[in-house]
């Protein structure tokens, strides 16, 4: 058996000793996740009972939804929606597949990320659809850096992207709609992180998301962070070792068949 995927099994058991752990995450946009990278991480969050949340390409990727369905992820998230067009696009893509995926115990929950300038311009609009449309999402996740970026912001612990997540939280809040904060977590974000007490349903780094729903010291906050950095540490490496084990077998036959032509 590969020791990185031993390794990366072991970093999930710790992870989960938490009790903070919400999910273990796979990206189809930023990460550019492949489905056979996706099957072993789906494999893992099975088989030790950890839910497993897929971040699809954007609001109208249908194929990547269909995915998310078919490998038994608990969520699905959506990036980069930035109107009450295409929150309502990604939700009917998402309502059309459940008559499909009737045998499933329970359907993933949808969520969307907000994240940029143009969102935030639109975000009344955004939240009154799904409002007034009963539309199937889950909760909202800010997404930092990408709203940082498009802000022209270059600290995502600034106190204008504090402004706007407050302003958001509240907004959310009054639709009973629940909030989830990433993008660029490291220790510096606990004060960040703790401004809101527990107003924010969770918090999370690109491969972890863990529970806020109760209070978090410094330190904790710390070895959380760490351990969900060293979780993608595993992960990478493994692939890394899964994609240098094959390129070996490749070569073998390359040099094989290099030798054979004109004997």
Known sequence: MNPFLIELEKKIISLKSSQRLKAIKAEFEAEGTRIEELSI???LCTTNSIPL???VGGPCAKRDIYEAFQIGANEILVPMVESAFAIEYCSDAYMALIPNFQSLKTRPLLSVNIESKKAIQNID???ESIKN???PINSIVIGRSDLANSLGEKDVNSELILDLSYMLIKKCRE?????T???????HSYKFINNFDNNIYAFESRKCTFSNLE???QNSFNALINDGLEFELSWLKFKRSL???RSEEENFRISKISKRINQ
């Open 41 to 43: 991480l789906s494999h």
């Open 53 to 55: 949340t897929l971040k």
């Open 125 to 127: 609009s955004i939240l």
């Open 133 to 135: 449309l009963s539309l």
């Open 175 to 179: 639709i009973n709609l629940k909030v």
């Open 181 to 187: 904060i990433g993008g660029n977590l490291t220790r």
């Open 215 to 217: 209070p978090l010291s």
């Open 243 to 245: 994609y240098q084990d």
